[in-house]
């Protein structure tokens, strides 16, 4: 079952799955420029908002605030270092079982899950005790 969708959420589709990394709404408008398919800050957005709630499409929000979008068939999640920001994408996915458990026990459409790890990276711990021997 596949939803019709307008030009405009065609264009931000074709745009992610080009994509290997999520993007923000505003790079979504700026590449969209870019490629001669320029569309309304409004319109990414009220799109964006249309495809999340179809299930194709979903957030992750940063540290900093900044919501990325990227496809839903990405089941990726992150180590992120809160000190430097890197955000390493790891490969494994601890609740894909629990996810189908939780569709069958509660009767609920899951579209995606998140999992974020934080702390700090091998750089920034060493980093780190450097700057505290310093001192
Ligand atoms: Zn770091
Ligand atoms: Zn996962």
Known sequence: MRAIHTRSQERILNLLQNLKQGISAQDIYV????LKQSMGLA???R????LKLEGL???RTLANGEALYSLTQQ???HLTCLQCGISIPIHQ?????LENQLQTSHQFKVFYHTL???GLCTK????????????
């Open 93 to 97: 996915c601890p609740v894909h079982e």
């Open 57 to 59: 499409v979903q957030v």
């Open 116 to 118: 974020e790890f934080f």
């Open 47 to 50: 799109s964006l908002d249309a």
């Open 124 to 135: 920034c711990q060493e980093s780190g005790v450097r700057s505290q021997e310093s001192e």
């Open 43 to 45: 319109t990414v957005y």
């Open 31 to 34: 590449e969209l420029r870019n």
């Open 75 to 77: 089941d990726k999640h």
